[in-house]
């Protein structure tokens, strides 16, 4: 009896009940609140201070933020950590099972992408679009290709790793990569999904293996809408 009491009183901690025993009710306690999948998104790279997640949540205010913060904590999905010195400042991060919420926020993003009332051009974060490759690539065309991409936007760098099925990123910079994609959020959608090619107004800038780097961004397609 005590112990179902501690799991009402946790779950009351972390948002409303709604009394069904279904798996997705209970995510939907979780992260059914505005804000939060796009918070899990900011964090799938790696940890994230607090101004730099505001910064890529356009709207999102300090207090909601605060609250949805605590709320992902007390979850068990986030937690929060103190970079060692000489920074000594708090960042937050996605708990190994909140990171389990990727493949959620993908095809979420991969349903909803079929919609006509989809912008792919609106305002994106670099987590964002990492996310959208993630989503979107064509791993059964790159079958037997290994490939190592970097991408450096204004204020933020990542690898991308192509290989054994998969395509692997992380938040880092790469001396190993082949190819470099230089530019904004989006410049990479005109590049990658636009096809409207790179090196040029609004483009991605490419450095290294330029034929790797034009299959490369042949993986990648947007969804077909419905009917």
């Known amino acids: 009896m005590q112990s179902e009491k501690v799991t009402i009183a946790k779950r009351r901690a972390v948002g409303r009940l709604y009394d069904d025993a279904c798996g997705t009710a209970l995510a939907l306690e979780f992260v059914g609140e505005r804000w939060s999948l796009l918070i899990i998104r900011e964090l799938m790279f790696g940890p994230r201070r607090f101004g730099q997640i505001k910064a890529n949540l356009p709207g999102i205010s300090a207090n909601v933020l605060t609250q949805r913060l605590e709320s992902l904590e007390a979850a068990g999905i986030v937690r929060r950590d103190i970079l060692p010195p000489p920074a000594s400042v708090p960042v937050y991060d996605l708990t190994p099972w909140g990171r389990e919420a990727e493949v959620v926020v993908r095809e979420m993003g991969r349903w909803a992408a079929r919609s006509p009332l989809h912008d792919p051009f609106a305002f994106m974060s670099a987590a964002s679009a990492m996310v959208s490759l993630r989503t979107l690539v064509d791993l059964d065309r790159a079958a037997g290709w290994r490939l190592t991409a970097a ?24 001396e190993d990569a082949e190819v470099t994609f230089v530019g904004d959020t989006l410049a990479l959608r005109h590049s990658f999904y636009g096809k409207r090619g790179t090196d040029g107004p609004g483009l991605l800038a490419i450095s290294g293996d330029r034929a790797a780097a034009e299959r490369f961004i042949d993986l990648f397609r947007l969804p077909e809408k419905i009917a």
């Open 151 to 174: 991408f450096r936007f204004p204020d933020d760098a990542f690898v991308a790793r192509l290989g054994d099925g998969a395509l692997a990123i992380r938040r880092e910079e790469a």
